[in-house]
């Protein structure tokens, strides 16, 4: 075998299996809910079938020809989307839970990453794994945990509204709420937030903060001109870590957020599952599919910008 051959082999070797992964659960779901996107919904849910068995000889034949491909394919899935005010703005509501819960996410992880950065090497360790605990735990016994505790039985709603009637306010609930949606979420995404911004204040080199307090530069000033620009590969990286996720969960809604906190993770969920209206869920999970892929696209340019800003 030649140098050539072998080294072709072994690129196939180490590529292979991820766009194989790619391929089957992700290519081809894809192309599947695209092309069930056109399609009519079946009498009972599902989607309008392509093959009908003939009666006179048994065998299977297919539909759709030149003449009736209208009656199999159609635009009208599209048209309700942009038609019907209800889904934009499910999807701007939902863009903005996910906004506020990288923002959040952002303000709480950016000096707890730093304090990890700055502690001495022994302790680094035991820092980040204490971030990473939660993922030790079940996804949705942490969710039914924060149910237990906004719950009005919860101590966190008694001592709050305890504390409200001391001025005379009536009691709140937190509950099936877009508060305790945002709260969950930020909980649940703000380890995804700070593993990257430790990974990358780790590295930034110390004399270059001596250098700019030499130079007369206060505490803020060295933070805003030469920490924070450093840190912006790493917040771009946190922000689509946190966001993307965000956007289209279904489960936190679901379970703490009511009817006041449905997003469109829950209506696509809905569709799919509860309506059995195939082809209108295809377009809506369709839609979001490009928003992420927009929204990723746009965290690698800022991403590359903050790097390019950052040397």
């Not at 695209?34 to 989607?47: I, K, M, N, T, W």
């Not at 509950?175 to 909980?187: K, M, N, S």
Request: hydrophobic share 55%; aromatic share 14%.
């Amino acid at each position: 075998m030649s140098i050539s051959t072998s080294k072709r082999v072994s690129k196939w070797l180490i590529s292979g299996p991820p766009l194989l992964y790619l391929l089957i659960f992700f290519a081809i779901p894809t192309g599947m809910m695209a092309l069930a996107a056109f399609r009519f919904p079946g009498d009972y849910g599902g989607l309008m079938p392509l093959f009908g068995t003939d009666a006179a000889t048994g065998k299977t034949t297919l539909l759709i020809n030149a003449q009736n491909w209208h009656d199999y394919i159609t635009l009208d899935n599209f048209a309700r989307f942009f038609q019907e005010p209800v889904f934009i703005e499910l999807f701007i509501k939902s863009f903005c839970y996910a906004g506020l819960t990288t923002l959040l996410c952002l303000v709480l992880s950016y000096p707890l990453a730093w304090l990890i950065a700055r502690s001495p090497k022994k302790w680094r360790d035991l820092l980040v794994l204490l971030v990473i605990l939660p993922f030790w735990s079940n996804f949705l016994i942490r969710v039914y945990a924060w149910m237990i505790i906004l719950g009005p039985q919860g101590y966190f709603a008694k001592v709050v509204n305890g504390f409200l009637g001391m001025f005379g306010v009536e009691p709140l609930q937190f509950l099936f709420t877009p508060f305790a949606v945002v709260l969950v979420l930020v909980y649940v995404h703000l380890p995804f937030m700070v593993l990257p911004l430790y990974a990358n204040l780790e590295k930034h080199d110390m004399a270059l903060l001596d250098a700019a307090q030499d130079l007369g530069a206060s505490r803020w000033q060295r933070f805003w001109k030469v920490t924070w620009p450093l840190s912006l590969p790493g917040v771009y990286a946190g922000a689509a870590l946190v966001f993307i996720p965000a956007l289209g969960i279904f489960a936190v809604p679901d379970l703490v957020g009511g009817t006041d906190g449905i997003m469109i993770g829950n209506l696509i969920k809905q569709q799919f599952l509860d309506s059995r209206d195939w082809p209108f869920g295809s377009v809506l999970s369709i839609m979001l599919t490009l928003s992420v892929l927009i929204m990723a696209g746009l965290m690698s340019l800022l991403g590359r910008g903050g790097k390019r800003n950052a040397l």
